[in-house]
């Protein structure tokens, strides 16, 4: 399973950025697809997570402001993020959950400045 990653970059506080993640090498329709981030310094955290039935889970930290969707055509998470602050700067690195066995990409780098 390879899970490629996109979307990152410089953006100002209060912009919005779209972040996107293909899946290849298996069909991910079925499991739960997610988006973690890890800022300087601090451990890795949950962003969001959508599920194959499109129930979507939120940190508290991006509720309202950020949206994780799925294109299961496409075996593709995206992740919109609008309203951004300094502290949503980070890598960002999606995952899928095939039954328990969890894969990552590679992080995207978003920087917000402000």
């Known amino acids: 399973v390879q899970l490629q990653a996109s979307g990152g970059g410089l953006v100002q506080a209060g912009g919005s950025l779209r972040l996107s993640c293909a899946a290849s090498?298996?069909?991910?329709?079925?499991?739960?697809m997610g988006w973690y981030r890890q800022a300087s310094g601090k451990q890795r955290e949950l962003v969001a997570t959508?599920?194959?039935?499109?129930?979507?889970n939120y940190a508290d930290s991006v509720k309202g402001r950020f949206t994780i969707s799925r294109d299961n055509a496409k075996s593709t998470v995206y992740l919109q993020m609008n309203t951004l602050n300094a502290e949503d700067t980070a890598v960002y690195y999606c995952?899928?959950?095939?039954?328990?066995?969890?894969?990552w990409g590679k992080g995207t780098l978003v920087t917000v400045s402000s």
């Open positions: 090498g298996t069909i991910v329709s079925m499991y739960t």
């Open positions: 959508i599920r194959g039935d499109g129930n979507t």
């Open positions: 995952n899928v959950n095939l039954g328990g066995a969890f894969y």
